[in-house]
């Protein structure tokens, strides 16, 4: 087991109806309040109107329009530049994890004097940050309970993963009922999000019977819960334990004293999502099945053979490569089942830029310390397996 | 799924060596601090001289002697006399639970002006406490991540579980070699009191497949991680699992979203070792058999199904009634084989006081709204059995 820091402040309120909290959430943080949210689905959902009922004694200017695979250009900056000049004191983030991480870059550049890249990009870290309040209307990304957002910069197709412990959201406030609307194909990408969160961490090192436990636990519960919301996107209680589940994903309690895995279909997904702008849950769900099938060696055999056995129930008799190469084919079936689209051409991704995807990847994503370590060539095979 | 409102704030630093970084844990508390320990084991660990030296630079005082199922009188009302009087700063506990506990009821009543008894019992919400910091060197009570304790008035034979959102310590510094010197009797007990942790949060209602598995987990972790340590005392990754496992007991996230189950072993217990002043861990498990045959009905015969295939891996295809049957002989033996008495004549309990304990907690338990409600007749018929 390895050594460990871990501490997540968040505050959590779950549940029917908890959005009556917000004004007793809110009023110690601040009188000016910067209301972030995406295309405009938390209007159609009465959210919007919601919101500005139950903050109307505040004072709330607003950042619309945040794009999924959030924009450094325009939305961090334009994010920046209204806490500044209106001197916000708190973010409150209505929707998705796009919104919210993007509303985290905002409030750490809001208190940085410099251009808020020197900050995402690691070359300075943050000395404050504004405090953040989320109401989550999107289980999938786990930045409810994590002090981490990733963010896209265009121009040079860099997606970063950045973390800072002052990002930790002050209160995450999480009703299963604002999920009732979200689409079977955002369902089942953020069902692909969360469980990929998950074997992340699963697959590594010094691993424990906790741990694993946890972990296994969890991914079973996102696939049965998954299927139930596409069969009922009404129903509560499938809802309400999907949203818990993907609450886990990101913030290490699922692997307290694992060596770290490196995250590899993460680095790899944001390549994809950085040049093709793709769903993040899908290109997960693409590259999972074929990272698997290229690490699979005597050295990783087994975690693949209990991953099988108690994820998917795999008879423990078999062969160890026959348990690992079910366990391959039924996560495949499983992604393809809830109606993820399984190959690169399916979203929009030819060979075309593979090539440079691979090597932009294996510049920048340290994949070669992962827990099997990925070289430009590996990575490259992994894409062209997914095509 | 029930709503809920959760927050665990506390940092763990965990591993090998991780006491080097209590200096900078302590700083920004002040330079006044309350050392709180027990009888003196932490002198013999080398961890009282470690301590002085790490903390050189502060202005240290100390309550010692404080006594497992700890006393109001005299520790707590000592500790808040030393606080005032020397206008502590910070609470450093280093021990197991028990000290931990106290020092929580401490740093509540440093910070109010009336009787501490006030605020342990309920009568008055704490508006303030000085802020803990805890070395811990016993692994059972999961007081390092959680905001309770448990206090013990002798003259009254009550024993209080006190929480408060204030007293979650700031931050548990948990190094897995401060157990190896753990003797049987206790790491038994430790085990078997984080064991029944798990219990009391998974028979209920309202559970979901994330908790449970979490729960499941957690047993067989406990189970093999026991013995092992047991085996072998300084085995560290069996240590450090433990040790982990425990740090999750009671801070609720186990059972996310559960219907309370009013925690009737631990309402039972409470008045053993109140009364006798047992050791808790062998109190609970002596109890927990019982308790399970005594609920074991066609409403609650499910939840031992699932308890006894997912944890002992008794054969699903059994009747229920003797799958649950198994269940608890399992319970009873896997407690036994870790060399806990498990009669509560072999800890010194004879019939004498039992319908006077039993009237105890029937009156100031509230068990009547547990999971499977309890009423003084069934207090009474569960500790007959147990004798």
Redo the contacts between chains.
């Keep these: 087991?390895?050594?460990?820091?871990?501490?997540?402040?968040?505050?959590?309120?779950?549940?029917?109806?908890?959005i009556s909290?917000l004004p007793e959430v809110m009023k110690p943080l601040g009188q000016k309040i910067l209301l972030t949210y995406g295309g405009g689905s938390i209007k159609k959902l009465g959210l919007y109107d919601k919101v500005k009922e139950l903050l109307k004694e505040f004072e709330i200017y607003e950042l619309a329009d945040i794009q999924p695979n959030p924009k450094y250009n325009p939305s961090v900056l334009e994010g920046v530049r209204l806490c500044k000049e209106n001197e916000i004191e708190a973010i409150l983030a209505v929707g998705g994890g796009s919104v919210l991480d993007c509303s985290k870059a905002i409030a750490a550049g809001a208190k940085y004097d410099g251009d808020p890249w020197d900050l995402i990009s690691y070359k300075v870290k943050a000395q404050a940050a504004l405090p953040i309040v989320d109401i989550l209307t999107l289980a999938a990304t786990g930045s409810e309970y994590d002090c981490g957002g990733v963010i896209s910069r265009t121009e040079t197709n860099d997606k970063i993963g950045y973390m800072d412990e002052l990002l930790f959201p002050v209160c995450s406030i999480l009703d299963?009922v604002y999920t009732f609307s979200v689409s079977k194909k955002q369902t089942a990408a953020g069902c692909a999000d969360a469980m990929n969160h998950v074997m992340e961490q699963y697959f590594t090192e010094d691993t424990?019977?906790?741990n694993?436990?946890?972990c296994?636990?969890?991914l079973?519960?996102l696939m049965?819960?998954a299927k139930k919301c596409l069969e009922n996107p009404e129903d509560?209680?499938a809802r309400?334990?999907m949203m818990?589940?993907c609450t886990y994903g990101c913030n290490g309690?699922l692997s307290?004293?694992n060596s770290a895995s490196g995250w590899p279909c993460h680095g790899i997904e944001h390549a994809l999502s950085a040049y093709y702008d793709i769903t993040h849950g899908e290109g997960l769900a693409i590259i999972t099945p074929r990272w698997m099938k290229h690490i699979l060696n005597d050295r990783t055999v087994g975690r693949f053979v209990k991953y099988g056995v108690n994820v998917f129930g795999i008879d423990s008799s078999l062969g160890q490569y026959e348990i690992a190469d079910k366990a391959i084919e039924e996560t495949y079936r499983f992604f393809e089942s809830i109606g993820i689209p399984m190959h690169l051409r399916e979203v929009g991704i030819d060979e075309s830029r593979l090539s440079e995807m691979a090597h932009h990847v294996a510049v920048n994503e340290g994949l070669e310390n992962a827990y099997a370590p990925l070289f430009e060539s590996d990575i490259l095979d992994i894409l062209k397996a997914s095509l």
């Design positions: 087991m390895q050594n460990f820091d871990y501490q997540t402040p968040t505050r959590l309120i779950f549940g029917k109806g908890v909290a299963p424990t019977l906790l694993d436990g946890f296994e636990s969890m079973k519960s049965v819960n509560y209680t309400a334990e818990l589940c309690i307290l004293g």
